[in-house]
């Protein structure tokens, strides 16, 4: 199984990162620059999600006796997420966004919730977006460049934000996309995307576009090549806006939430395919998503199918979220988001087909929980978040060990049988 994280601890990397945004701030005078050079923008970036949270019910496999065992019930602090960075722009038709991020620091790995622990001596710090955009015209927003490292643009809730989900966590249905797409739970690898954005006069229709194409999964020669197979990943996605857009121009990032501002319906399909490669004959994925937007009412969902061949071979499954929250201001002008959220696995269950799932490195078995979130914030970008989730999953007929989901297998841990939590958070951004 894929865990979010890969390196080996990197502390002198960290202070190189630092080191690179303070010789930046040094080195430009971003107030006197000559009318004839292009202005320079730099942008410090910081968002931090704090949890604390209760866990009851979580089992683990003992494998010899061949038996789920409960573990103690348990009380986890932890730096859930963080990203730190730089963005800006140079003129106005080129932005760029250098961000790293500083993941599930003391998190306890029996704890309920997902993602790779990351408990070593100096917490494993990465690179989360390195990229730059050019707007192609400058008088139109009809096409843009976006080049680097940072995740292709398919599938709504994978290129949204956590900090703009509104739920607690992100729903988990983007881990189980970016692992069959790209391989790994980050979904972050090198590419090229071209996109962009119409709108009609009245500016109650309008639609965008990504395109992109990006390199292929790097599984030989120690991870710096795809093999003797070379297929690029090739990604898509067009959405269409029905009364208010999200945004009346071009942007990569999505949102949830628009505290009643918005009244309008968002209906998106996106995929990707690669064909011939050292690990399958094709790797496809292919979904619908939706977000409306009523004032105070907001509504989202997915729903992806993700399907590999090799070799006469054949699995399919399925995943996704429904997603349903409201925005309440309150007489002191604070604000109250309560957020319902489902999300879904859906695989294989029968025997044979568990097995072929399980032959060419494809999920299998069923993953859901439904969470119920309450956000208060005391700012616009400093949320309080209370929440309580429940998870059920189902191992099919192959039994629990070589099932492959998320209800049942851990990076690190092994079998396991995920319990529920009790998570309050603090959310907060610049």
Known sequence: ??????????????????????????????????????????????????WTTYTDGQQLYNNDLQRFESVDNRLNFTLHRSRMGIKGSYGDRLVYDFTGSLDFVGQDALAGYVGAPNNTASPRFRIWNFLTQYKISQNSEGLYWTMGYFTPLMSRESITSPFAVGSFEK????????RHVTGTGPGRIVGSNFGGFFQNDTKKLSFDYNLGIWNPRMIALNGNSAGQKFSPLLTYRLSVHIGDAESNKYSRGLKFNFKGQRKGITLGVSGSRQGEADLWDSNTAFGVDLLANFGALNLSGEWMQLKRDWNGVSSSSNTGFIKAGSYIKLANGKELEPVLKYVFFDGPTDLRAQEDAFSIGAFSGQDNYFEMTLN?????????SLAYTIRNGDSGAIGPVPVNNNFYKQGGVGTIQKGNYLGFGLLFSI
């Open 171 to 178: 729903a988990w249905s983007q881990n189980y996309i970016r």
């Open 1 to 50: 199984m894929c865990t979010l994280f890969n390196e080996k601890p990197t502390l002198p990397m960290l202070r190189s990162f630092l080191s690179f945004i303070i010789i930046l701030f040094l080195n430009f005078n971003l107030i006197a620059q000559s009318d004839e050079q292009p202005k320079l923008v730099i942008k410090p970036t910081l968002a931090i999600q704090l």
């Open 376 to 384: 208060y914030y005391m700012a616009a970008k400093i949320r309080l």
